[in-house]
């Protein structure tokens, strides 16, 4: 399996632009997760999906974030506006049913607002 | 909410030596503790985890203990090795939040030859 595949590997944007990430789980897991990564606040869930659906997203940090899981094999995490506050490492992982806990990360987008 | 601290937050260790990083949780219920490798330009790596009813697991050179009464649970690491060297995470999970890992703020190991 090629593991979870996230896209684009780096994103360099501007303060108020729309910034769009991407996510394809491994195929046959069921929970998809969207973390962010940054120096002063470690590793933080945003959001995770079940079945495509949003299950819990209390870790979304404002309005300016959501995101979505159209089907199984895909989702996005997008910010509109950017703020440079939202510069970190965003990562996806998706975990399967039946092996409860074990999540598996991607590699990441490093996402620099300026 | 669940709490998760980790110590040291920086560990230099000789090849050969051992390391041993240490994490304490606040939530009594938390029955699940994975242990997450992280290397330069990664993503985090499941490389062992432990639930409650379990007081230490060993997968060769790595093992983990707990100790639900003091709610505290430990990550060795025997006969280091270079390719040791990366940021190790704790994480807890309450029994009330299905997959919402709390995370410890990280362990940065140096393995030196």
């Known amino acids: 399996d090629a593991g979870v595949i996230q896209s684009p590997r780096h994103e360099v944007t501007e303060m108020g632009q729309e910034v769009t990430l991407r996510c394809k789980p491994i195929?046959?897991?069921?929970?998809l997760f969207w973390y962010r990564q940054t120096m002063m606040r470690g590793l933080e869930l945003l959001i995770y999906?079940?079945?495509?659906?949003?299950?819990?997203d209390s870790g979304m940090p404002e309005d300016r974030f959501s995101a979505k899981m159209p089907n199984a094999s895909f989702s996005t995490l997008k910010i509109q506006p950017s703020e440079p506050r939202d510069s970190a490492v965003y990562f996806c992982?998706?975990?399967?049913?039946?092996?409860?806990?074990?999540?598996?990360f991607g590699p990441g987008t490093r996402l620099t607002v300026t | 909410g669940e709490n998760v601290e980790q110590h040291p937050s920086t560990l230099s260790v000789q090849e050969g030596d051992s390391a041993v990083i240490k994490c304490t949780y606040s939530?009594?219920?938390?029955?699940?503790f994975p242990w997450y490798k992280q290397e330069l330009g990664k993503g985090p790596q499941l490389i062992i985890d432990?639930?409650?009813?379990?007081g230490e697991k060993k997968d060769q050179r790595i093992a983990v203990t707990l100790n639900k009464t003091a709610k505290h649970f430990s990550l060795h690491i025997t006969e280091t090795q270079p390719e040791d060297s990366a940021v190790y995470f704790c994480?807890?999970?309450?029994?009330?939040?299905?997959?919402?890992?709390?995370f410890g703020a990280g362990t940065q190991v140096v393995v030196t030859p």
């Open positions: 939530d009594s219920a938390s029955n699940y």
């Open positions: 195929s046959g897991h069921d929970y």
């Open positions: 432990i639930r409650s009813n379990v």
């Open positions: 992982a998706s975990s399967r049913v039946v092996s409860s806990y074990e999540q598996y």
């Open positions: 994480a807890a999970d309450p029994t009330d939040s299905w997959g919402k890992l709390q």
């Open positions: 999906f079940n079945n495509n659906v949003p299950i819990d």
